[in-house]
């Protein structure tokens, strides 16, 4: 594992985006891995550029979400899909929607779902490209400290913490869910390979822990080091003294 600091939000998201965009033109049935949150704004208004000035086809490119709140629809406005609807899909027409995948929310069983989801990975799997944030608790995607390593896509109970940093989205803290289905850490780790970004001062302990090098259950993150190809790109604010 590599920590690279880039130095600021704008450059690395700008990086991010353009692997992104190679892995679609040199792939043209390539299978991301995609993430959400305010961490990856400035990298899918990036990669969003580069589509418009290029121009390619990305029809047969298929994504898959790490994770849907339980509880909102898919025209919920603070729902994973509306993100992803808002800040890529509808800003880029040449995705087929048929081949954007994130969990139901609204599923009547969620751990039908998730065993649903997870099957659907396994199925057009593995993904060529898996982008990730990382939560100041060491969580990717929803998987919070103390989730097993063998984890497959499940039903996640949120920490206070990560509901707290997600209240931002929502009018009132009560309305944020408090419970999401999420990849697990085995299903992202058969990745091919794995890109994390993480900025501001609020990430740095999580990125010093990541660091350490030590792999613990109780910074899911550092399951990583047991990757063969991930890279992790920092701004000044979050890279480790």
């Known amino acids: 594992m590599k920590i690279t600091n880039i130095g600021d939000k704008k450059q690395a998201s700008f990086y991010v985006a353009t692997e992104l965009y190679k892995q679609m033109i040199h792939k043209k049935e390539s299978k991301l891995g995609l993430a959400t949150g305010g961490t990856m704004i400035e990298m899918y208004e990036a ?3 580069l589509l418009e000035k290029n121009q390619p086809d990305v029809s047969q490119v298929e994504t898959f979400n790490l994770d849907e709140y339980i509880g909102l629809d898919a025209e919920h406005p603070a729902s994973y899909h509306q993100y992803m609807n808002n800040i890529l899909f509808d800003q880029y027409k040449g995705f087929d929607s048929a081949k954007c995948h994130l969990p139901n929310g609204v599923a009547d069983n969620p751990e039908v779902e998730a065993n649903r989801y997870e099957a659907l990975l396994d199925e057009k799997g593995p993904m060529d490209l898996q982008i990730l944030g990382i939560g100041q608790n060491g969580h990717i995607g ?3 400290p103390g989730t097993a390593f063998d984890s497959v896509t ?7 913490s990560t509901i707290e940093a997600n209240s931002r989205y929502f009018d009132d803290k009560a309305d944020v869910p408090k419970q999401a289905i999420s990849m697990g850490l085995r299903s992202i780790m058969k990745a091919k390979r794995i890109i994390l970004l993480a900025f501001g001062e609020h990430k740095k302990e999580a990125i010093t822990q990541l660091a350490s090098g030590n792999i613990t259950t109780d910074v ?7 990757h063969p190809n991930v890279e992790v790109y920092v701004d000044d604010a979050a890279m480790p003294d």
């Open 220 to 226: 899911p993150a550092t399951i990583l080091h047991l």
């Open 142 to 144: 929803f998987n919070e």
């Open 154 to 160: 499940h039903r996640v109970d949120l920490t206070d």
């Open 47 to 49: 990669l969003v550029s």
